[in-house]
Structures are given as structure tokens and as C-alpha cells.
């Protein structure tokens, strides 16, 4: 395994003085203007366009994967990173600790473990006739499917090793299982959502493997679990427009679902003409924003109601969306090249940032913006999202 470092080519920019902030702030601008995202280190990770970035829980570290079929991981405390020979699916994530990194397989060689501090790789072995499906984030139970409608739970003694000692429990109510199923545990690991052959989500009690409920009419193209696992978002449509000539869907809207009552609370409001394609949470949960091709809102996530509308940007939003952990910034790929930053208590567009092709992830402590671009590189830039630094 090559290790190879991760020049800093940037450095900080110093602030402005207090008087230009304090004039600033007497004209009615954000205080954001006085701290505009500025790059402060370019991670020369590829020799191609990088796919796929996301940072390990404490923000220490940063994986990427790219065209040129490699993962990297870089250190950002040290600038160094270690490459592997690993062509990984997007949806590669550190385990919750930050010691270990899971590289799920593109081809059919074994999915890797990869052990941050030793830089060693481990294939998993997966059991005969079981397709491995995902891991909790602790790394303590993995989700297996036995057969079209089998599904299990295996709890490992310790985190990712399975050869230890390890129980099984089948989850109750598993039908029609699809081959591309679609599975996400919740953050704290007590609920499973799986996405069924009918495009169903299905939600379990990840403890006692007991079903909590189905959610039926949603398309399954898209969903995501509030951080603190009491709220699923998802896009929603009717079977028969699923089983419609062509597989075409028409989408009822976006709904938000309580988790443990496996019950609709709302349904988002739409802008005219521009269906909600995605939304994400703050770290917190207490943010719900949502997208279209050019409506960016934040809704109120009680009653889903409409509490502010975001600039339109003048290109159209590509796919994802990135919210900050507190809540205060929103990037998006646009689709003149850019990455547009938003200032959600503004609402507007307060920068544009030139040559992204990777998904813009904030750090978990929001203090740094990340994306990949086409010459392989990373930027990484300066932009802390914490309330204290607005005042």
C-alpha cells in the first residue's frame, strides 16, 4: 500500500479588522460577508475525477474514491493519506468510532475493511448463499439476505469481525426482496429501514427484530432518516403508477413519516412546476430542507409546513443537496459547474465555488466544506457554520 502525503497549497487568509465587520453589520449585511469560504488546502488524492468524499465522525480523517479505481484516505491532522487498489461503490463510510473504513465492492471481489491506523485491508468472507447487506454504524450487527424473502440480523461480538462469537435474528415480515435492495440503519442503530421489490419501505426494530411497519406508496427512489432516527423522509407514488407501462412514476409529493408509529404527519409543500427531488437534516434534527430543480425551502417538521424559500440560484440544482451540521449553511451542485453556498437565516446565495464533481459534504463540525473536482484534487475550505461565529 503506497502512502503518499496531501500538500497544503493554501494557507489562511487573515480576518478582516473589526471596523470594516462593524461597518458591515451597521449597513444590514450578514456577518458571513466578513467570513466568506476560503479555500485552505487543495488534497492532490487521484490522478482522475474524484466520484465519492466523505469524513470519518470526528473529522479527522477524509476517504474519497475516484475514476482512476482507487480509495484514498487522508489524514488531516498530517496531510498524509494511504492509497488502496479498491474499486468501491459510492456509500464507502468510516464505522462510527473513525478506526475503520468499509469499502463495499464494485466488481465481484470481497468487500474491504480498512483499519485507519494500521492501514491494513481485510476482505470479508461472506457465508455461502448470504448476500451481505450492510453494517450498523458500530459495526456490531450486519444485515444479511438469505434467498428472495429472508432477511437476518447477526449480532458480532465485536465490531466487524465475523468470525466472533454472533447470534441471529430473522426479521419478521420480509417479502418480496429485490436484488438491488436498498437498506440504511438509523444512526444510533435501532431502526432499519429496507426498501422492497414494490418500492415499500419497510421499518424495524433493530433490538428484537420485530417489524414496527410498512409505509406503502413510496416510490424508494429516494429516502433519509433524521439523525436522531424519529423522522423518515421519503419520496412518495402510487403502485399502479410503478406497475404503469414504461415503469414511469408519478410522484404524490414527499412525505414525512414518524418512525415509531410508522404514520404520515405531512406531506412537504411543493413550489408550482418543481417537484421535490431531495432533502436533507441538520445534525440535530431540528432543520428539514428540501430541493427541486430550483426551489430550495426549509419546512417546519411538525406539520411540514413552508417556513422560508431560499434565492433561486440561475442554473438548475443537480441532484443533492448538503446541510451543514447546525443548520446555517446549504451547498449545491449547480448546473453551471459550480457549488452554490447558501445562508439559510438570509436565504441567499453568498457563494459560488468553480469546478465541483463530487456531492459538497460539510465537516461534522461545520467548520469545513469539502468537494472533489475533475483533476483528481479535493478542496477543502474554510466556512464555520456554528451560530457563535455569526456574532
Known sequence: MEVIPCPRHAARFSSRSPLVVAVLIACGASTLLAQSPRLRDTLHAHKDRVTYIVFSSDGTSLASTSGDFTTVLCDLSTGKSSSIRQIAYPGAAFSADGKTFVLPSATRDPQQLYDVESHKSTPLRKLRATTLIAFSPDGRTELLARGPNDLELRRLAKPYDLSSDQSTVRLEGASALAPNLSATFSAEGRTLVVRDKDRNLMLWDVTGGKIIGTLP???????????????????????????????????????????????????????????????????????????????????????????????????????????????????????????????????????????????????????????????????????????????
Open 217 to 391: 406508496q413510496t416510490a424508494g427512489l429516494w429516502y433519509v432518516l433524521s439523525p436522531d432516527g424519529k423522522r423518515l423522509v421519503a419520496v412518495c407514488s402510487t403502485k399502479a403508477d410503478l406497475q404503469s407501462i414504461g415503469g414511469n412514476i408519478r410522484p404524490l409529493g414527499v412525505k414525512i413519516f414518524d418512525v415509531t408509529k410508522a404514520a404520515t404527519i405531512a406531506t412537504l409543500e411543493e413550489a408550482p412546476n418543481d417537484q421535490i427531488s431531495f432533502a436533507a437534516f441538520s445534525s440535530d434534527s431540528a432543520t428539514l430542507v428540501s430541493a427541486g430543480v430550483f426551489a430550495i425551502s426549509i419546512h417546519n417538521l411538525t406539520d411540514g409546513r413552508k417556513r422560508a424559500a431560499l434565492e433561486k440560484p440561475p442554473q438548475a440544482i443537480n441532484t443533492h443537496i448538503s446541510l451543514s451540521p447546525h443548520g446555517t449553511f446549504l451547498a449545491a451542485n449547480c448546473g453551471d459547474g459550480t457549488v452554490k453556498i447558501w445562508d439559510v437565516i438570509s436565504g441567499k446565495i453568498i457563494a459560488s465555488l468553480k469546478g465541483p464533481t463530487t456531492l459538497p459534504v460539510f465537516s461534522p463540525d461545520g467548520k469545513t466544506l469539502a468537494f472533489g473536482c475533475a483533476d483528481g484534487s479535493i478542496q477543502l475550505w474554510d466556512i464555520d457554520d456554528h451560530p457563535a461565529a455569526r456574532r
